[in-house]
């Protein structure tokens, strides 16, 4: 079973996750933002990754750090529950319509870092988050777990399905990309190394 935990306490947040990447989908997740939470959980059920989080932050003042920290626990996890990345599919990509919004979301998991994030809309405030703040979390997200992911609004009008749709096309692709195919020997790359 590829596991893992990772922490993170500062003087801003404290945040464990444990992830479980051979799960069925189950959660427990509590954070001080309740649309986070939510939006954790449906990570949990459309990536079948199994993921246990407690995240509490300095939400008095805003939003930012707690949702930029969780994205940064959540990709070391999972990064850390990769071990060396031995037969797995490397690459995973969705498209997702969620009513009038289509989401589709590309990750490679290549041990490089880079983000692309286009067609969402800026200055915005979704159950009092700046919209934006996703962005920030799904950018930590790339960053800690080494990946390339990109993320695009092809259309849409309400702010709750482009952020809902988010967090399923990105768990749906990586439910594809951390998948182990007995076909691949070693990792997925010419280098030999991810």
């Not at 930012?64 to 071990?83: C, F, P, S, T």
């Not at 800026?122 to 920030?136: A, C, Y």
């Not at 695009?152 to 990105?170: I, Q, S």
Request: hydrophobic share 40%; aromatic share 10%; charged share 25%.
């Amino acid at each position: 079973m590829r596991k893992s935990k990772a922490l993170r306490k500062t003087n801003e947040t404290e945040i464990e996750i444990a992830v479980n990447l051979d799960g069925t989908g189950s959660y427990s997740v509590k954070t001080d933002i309740p649309f986070l939470t939510h939006m954790l959980e449906l990570f949990s059920r459309h990536s079948l990754i199994d993921l246990e989080v407690v995240a509490t932050g300095d939400v008095e003042v805003d939003h930012h750090h707690l949702i930029e920290d969780v994205g940064i626990v959540l990709g070391e996890a999972i990064e850390r529950a990769l071990g060396d990345k031995r037969g797995i599919n490397r690459y995973g990509f969705f498209t997702l319509p969620m009513d009038e919004t289509l989401i589709s979301a590309a990750i490679d998991l290549s041990g490089r870092p880079y983000f692309v994030y286009g067609g969402f809309p800026q200055f915005k405030t979704l159950m009092g988050i700046e919209f934006d703040l996703f962005r920030e979390f799904w950018k930590s997200f790339s960053y800690s777990l080494k990946c390339n992911l990109h993320i695009n609004c092809h259309y849409g009008l309400n702010l709750h399905h482009m952020a809902e749709g988010t967090f399923k096309a990105v768990a749906r692709a990586l439910r594809v990309a951390v998948s182990v195919d007995e076909r691949v020997k070693g990792v997925p790359s010419t280098k030999g190394k991810l």
